[in-house]
């Protein structure tokens, strides 16, 4: 079990340093972006969403 979440650290770890670089800026950059992506999806589904259903718009 230890030798597992050992390994999991070290995929983890090494997926980290590709994706960002090795720069702790570039993640709180990531991270500010994916925080405002998911609060506009949020704002998208719901509040645009039953406005275009009221207005009886097909979107399928």
Same mark, same amino acid.
Request: aromatic share 14%; glycine share 4%; net charge positive.
């Given at each position: %079990?230890?030798?597992?979440?050992?390994?999991? #650290?070290?995929? %983890? *770890?090494?997926?980290?340093?590709? !994706?960002? &670089?090795?720069?702790?800026? *570039?993640?709180?950059?990531?991270?500010?972006?994916?925080? #405002?992506? &998911?609060? !506009?999806?949020?704002?998208?589904?719901?509040?645009?969403?039953?406005? !275009?259903?009221?207005? &009886?718009?097909?979107?399928?």
């Amino acid at each position: %079990m230890v030798l597992f979440l050992n390994y999991l #650290t070290n995929i %983890m *770890r090494r997926f980290l340093d590709v !994706v960002l &670089g090795k720069d702790p800026h *570039r993640f709180i950059v990531v991270l500010i972006l994916s925080l #405002t992506l &998911g609060f !506009v999806f949020n704002l998208l589904i719901r509040y645009i969403s039953p406005l !275009v259903a009221s207005q &009886g718009f097909n979107c399928a």
